[in-house]
């Protein structure tokens, strides 16, 4: 019994314990301003359309348990995006009624969806 529930405490530490990282895209053609032959002063490289949790037992936990969350950590109406010093990225999600916070030092995501009592309905701006 006691193996029992060692084994499911360390599971559930592990779900606990998700790492996150960005979920990017990458241009499938070069755009960049000004246009070509002249040199780019802004170029398109990449853009950002979520926080996806990385590998790890703590995905695979959440899999079992049916608990993933990664379909409300895409954006899907996102209107403001503010990075601290520390390089935290906070976008206000309008459609999912919620501000991601992403702290790329510790792989770290967080869906702040306001008080229970409450909600956010359409956050418009953020800043730190």
């Not at 040199?39 to 990385?54: D, I, L, R």
Request: proline content about 5%; charged content about 15%.
């Amino acid at each position: 019994m006691k193996k029992v529930f060692l084994i499911t405490f360390i599971l559930l530490c592990a779900g606990c314990t998700a790492k996150h990282s960005m979920r990017t895209t990458h241009p499938q053609v070069s755009l960049q301003w000004p246009h070509v032959p002249n040199k780019a002063k802004v170029t398109y490289v990449e853009s950002v359309q979520g926080f996806a949790v990385s590998g790890g037992s703590g995905s695979v936990f959440r899999a079992i348990a049916g608990n993933s969350k990664s379909e409300n950590d895409l954006f899907l109406m996102p209107v403001a995006v503010a990075t601290g010093s520390d390089g935290r990225i906070a976008v206000a999600d309008m459609q999912r009624q919620c501000v991601h916070l992403y702290v790329p030092a510790k792989n770290r995501y967080t869906r702040i969806t306001g008080y229970e009592s409450h909600r956010m309905q359409s956050p418009v701006g953020v800043g730190f």
